[in-house]
């Protein structure tokens, strides 16, 4: 199912930097070795704080690394990654076909053009019909609806989601969970999720990497053996549930008001 | 999934909504206009009524119809429209200057935060100065004549254009530059599609300042001049007591500080469609 070609390969990324209050060095990420490979989908969960989203960050050259290196995509055709950022990160004045639109235009593609080459992906999220509405138009889970649809539009070898139904009501959230396995499974695309939802994670993805509280480093990285394509009711079988314990636990083990010691019971 | 609405209205069950006469309806469609003219109305018959029983001294204070003749008997003298001409053209100039230096000098300072380091303490220490206190040496730079003036202008607006415009850009969300950047868009394209549109309404708002500054700018450099000029005629009115003519002159600038403002208004609606509709104020 997957490819033998690596999407994305991190070796010993390390991230350190000044808090500009206390003048002190914090170190946000202690080490992350990780490969993804073609096609794979990839979720990282962790506790709050623990450096997931500056990852992220990191892996789309928003932030650079103190050590280590990070090298993404093969050289295939599209741009090599793009980014679903979390809720309220589309442009307010632009309609949603401009939204869409806007990796191609930033890439030097004609507005006509990319506005024609964005109208596909506006259908494929669902949102045909409401290409010339503004973001404040739209709901919650429209919103990120769009917001995949910008970053599909550049066509991207590897798609990074940073927490993008975090702010979405729960029954939204499994609706769009649903919509974007059927949407990758469409446009065949590497994901790197974040998210501090276990059982998010755990539906998505071929593979789950717990995080460390901070600095961040990898605790586990687990396989997801549940088929595919899946439906919202895996999550209610022992299998399923069997992983949320174990993530959960690992999860546990990082929060200090619970302890080691009750994360094992 | 349906698209969220703007706004959205209450509906009255029919049985209810029917009880109301056609009059009440129209009232309560209009009410916030026809309570407010007849908050004026009320407050210019009190005037005129007063005035004319001899409550309040029409010398001193005239009437809503002694000002209406006074501006009748002003509209046929050319002096008045020469000082109408040479004020319209001390507003316009002052502003446009302000406005065409203002709005650019504040996107840079706003962007470059070093060149915003090297300038702020000059921009602090004007924007704190009462301008006022300018006016004797701008006269002693530049004479009584219309450069003088256009400059009273051009510093009262300046700085209430500049400075909102600054902080407009400085307070551009960080989540929207990440995804420009994220995006691979250029610097050029970053300031065109994330910074520009962000800080409209910062600019509009710095210019709606300014246009309430530029008219005190006009007033205060004719009085000063006391060359021509409505500010001069106001003046000229007070001191012969003339009260209704001085009336109609403020009134001029009032009617013109109302027609910019709507104006600017108008010109917003249209930068601004991409803003769920607001409660007009």
Request: glycine fraction near 8%; proline fraction near 5%.
């Amino acid at each position: 199912m997957h490819g033998t070609e690596i999407a994305l390969s991190a070796r010993g990324v390390r991230l350190e930097y000044m808090d500009r209050a206390t003048r002190v060095s914090m170190l946000a990420i202690e080490r992350m070795d990780l490969d993804i490979h073609e096609g794979e989908f990839v979720a990282i969960v962790g506790p709050s704080g623990c450096g997931k989203t500056t990852f992220l960050k990191i892996v789309d050259g928003l932030l650079p690394v103190t050590d280590g290196e990070i090298v993404v995509g093969s050289g295939g055709h599209g741009r090599d990654h793009a980014m679903v950022f979390q809720d309220s990160s589309l442009f307010p004045w632009y309609s949603v076909l401009d939204n869409v639109a806007y990796g191609l235009v930033c890439q030097g593609v004609g507005k006509r053009e990319a506005q024609d080459r964005a109208r596909p992906y506006i259908d494929m999220v669902g949102l045909s019909g409401f290409q010339s509405k503004f973001p404040y138009q739209l709901s919650g889970g429209m919103q990120q609806r769009a917001n995949l649809a910008r970053a599909l539009t550049v066509d991207p070898e590897l798609l990074l989601m940073d927490e993008p139904f975090a702010s979405l009501d729960a029954q939204t959230r499994e609706l769009m969970q649903a919509e974007l396995l059927r949407i990758c499974a469409a446009a065949g695309k590497t994901v790197l999720f974040i998210t501090h939802q276990i059982d998010e994670a755990i539906f998505l993805a071929d593979r789950v990497i717990v995080m460390s509280a901070r600095p961040g480093r990898i605790l586990a990285d687990i396989d997801i053996e549940l088929s595919r394509p899946r439906e919202l009711s895996v999550k209610r079988t022992a299998p399923f549930t069997a992983y949320e314990d174990q993530v959960w636990k690992l999860i546990a083990s990082q929060l200090p008001a619970l302890g080691p010691q009750r994360a094992a019971a | 999934m349906t698209a969220a609405t703007g706004t959205m209205r209450p509906v009255r069950h029919p049985s209810l909504r029917r009880r109301r006469s056609p009059l009440a309806r129209w009232y309560r469609r209009h009410e916030r206009a026809v309570l407010g003219i007849v908050g004026i109305t009320a407050f210019l018959l009190f005037w005129e009524l007063g005035s004319r029983a001899g409550v309040i001294d029409a010398f001193f204070f005239s009437r809503p119809t002694g000002i209406l003749e006074a501006a009748v008997a002003e509209v046929q003298l050319p002096r008045f429209w020469n000082d109408v001409r040479v004020s319209a053209f001390e507003f316009f100039g002052g502003f446009i200057i302000a406005v065409g230096l203002g709005v650019p000098l504040g996107l840079l300072l706003g962007w470059y935060r070093r060149l915003s380091y090297l300038v702020d303490p000059w921009l602090n220490l004007f924007n704190s100065l009462p301008r006022l206190a300018l006016l004797p040496i701008i006269v002693l730079w530049l004479g009584l004549g219309t450069e003088a003036k256009l400059a009273t202008v051009f510093l009262g607006a300046f700085f209430s254009i500049v400075i909102p415009t600054v902080q407009g850009v400085r307070t551009v969300d960080r989540r929207l530059l990440d995804v420009a950047t994220s995006f691979g868009a250029s610097q050029r394209r970053i300031f065109t599609s994330v910074v520009l549109p962000a800080t409209v309404p910062f600019i509009v708002t710095g210019i709606r300042l300014g246009i309430g500054r530029a008219l005190i700018g006009v007033v205060l450099a004719e009085i000063y001049a006391q060359t021509e000029g409505l500010g001069v005629m106001i003046d000229r009115s007070a001191d012969t007591l003339q009260a209704g003519r001085m009336f109609f002159g403020i009134l001029i600038f009032v009617a013109a500080g109302v027609i910019s403002v709507q104006g600017l208004r108008r010109i917003e609606e249209s930068f601004q469609r991409w803003r769920p509709a607001q409660e007009e104020s």
